[in-house]
């Protein structure tokens, strides 16, 4: 199987971003406030604004030193693939772009993955998720998904995750499937990968219960997508809201009614749609 090999020089992240002008900054800031002389950390920011009807490349190019390349057609895997193919250097870290690193965490993740003692091959940070003045339904399913046992070990549902030269090896290019992240995660076996806890990622949920039902929907059918064409994926765990999160937290039960009823409305509307509907 191709991939690159390995080249000295800055930590390389790639951001697929598709109309995303009013957060693209607030990620592009939070990574480049850990970079520079002072802090010894040299990053390349490669930034793919694919299918964009509006200014996510200007905003993106306004800040100093990030490349940004442009495609016509929207789609995640095409762009972290373009993205892929012109950034420089080992770790290399992929991210969506409405999500903010906490201070110091690229450098905490890359120092994981290049520590001179059985390093892991790929990193995330803590998982954190904003549901900040979202609606009382959007925190309640919120309260149920932050606490499955899925996430302990996952590389999915933090919005960024690294990977070391040896990890870059273990795949050829992103599929055309969207689910991105749990297509990675299936590289790597639990003990090659880690959570560096000491550093979060901010996870914008949703902001209405309409949005989270159609991220859901997209979400779900990108994941049966790739479970349908490759082999060793991660199966879903159903009953793990139920067996894990609500029996040994009763008091969550109101939130785990609401829990269920998203999931299984995000289900149909996902068993809905095309193949091809979810390119984004």
């Not at 998904?145 to 050829?172: H, K, M, Q």
């Not at 349908?228 to 809201?241: D, K, L, N």
Request: hydrophobic letters at 50%; proline letters at 8%.
């Amino acid at each position: 199987m191709s991939s690159p090999l390995p080249r000295p020089g800055p930590i390389g992240v790639v951001i697929a971003a598709h109309d995303e002008a009013n957060v693209i900054g607030g990620c592009l800031d939070a990574l480049l406030a850990d970079a520079g002389t002072d802090a010894g950390v040299e990053l390349d920011v490669v930034v793919v604004a694919n299918g964009c009807t509006d200014d996510t490349a200007r905003v993106a190019a306004a800040r100093p030193g990030v490349r940004v390349v442009e495609l016509a057609e929207a789609g995640k895997a095409g762009a972290l693939n373009a993205g892929d193919a012109v950034v420089r250097g080992f770790p290399r870290f992929y991210l969506d772009a409405d999500v903010v690193l906490g201070p110091g965490a690229l450098p905490a993740m890359a120092a994981a993955l290049t520590a001179p003692v059985d390093p892991p091959l790929a990193v995330t940070p803590r998982r954190e998720m904003v549901t900040t003045g979202r609606p009382l339904l959007v925190r309640a399913y919120y309260a149920i998904n932050t606490r499955l046992p899925i996430f302990a070990d996952a590389l999915f549902g933090r919005g960024v995750l690294g990977v070391s030269a040896a990890g870059r090896e273990r795949f050829d290019r992103f599929p055309a499937e969207i689910a991105d992240d749990l297509f990675l995660d299936s590289r790597f076996a639990s003990a090659e990968k880690r959570e560096v806890s000491s550093v979060a990622s901010l996870v914008q949920t949703p902001r209405t219960l309409r949005d989270l039902v159609r991220t859901l929907a997209r979400v779900r059918a990108g994941n049966a997508m790739l479970r349908a064409s490759h082999a060793g994926i991660r199966p879903s765990v159903p009953s793990s809201w139920l067996r894990d999160v609500v029996l040994p937290r009763p008091w969550l039960a109101p939130a785990a009614v609401v829990y269920v009823a998203v999931t299984i409305t995000a289900a149909l509307r996902a068993a809905r749609h095309p193949r091809g509907a979810w390119g984004r």
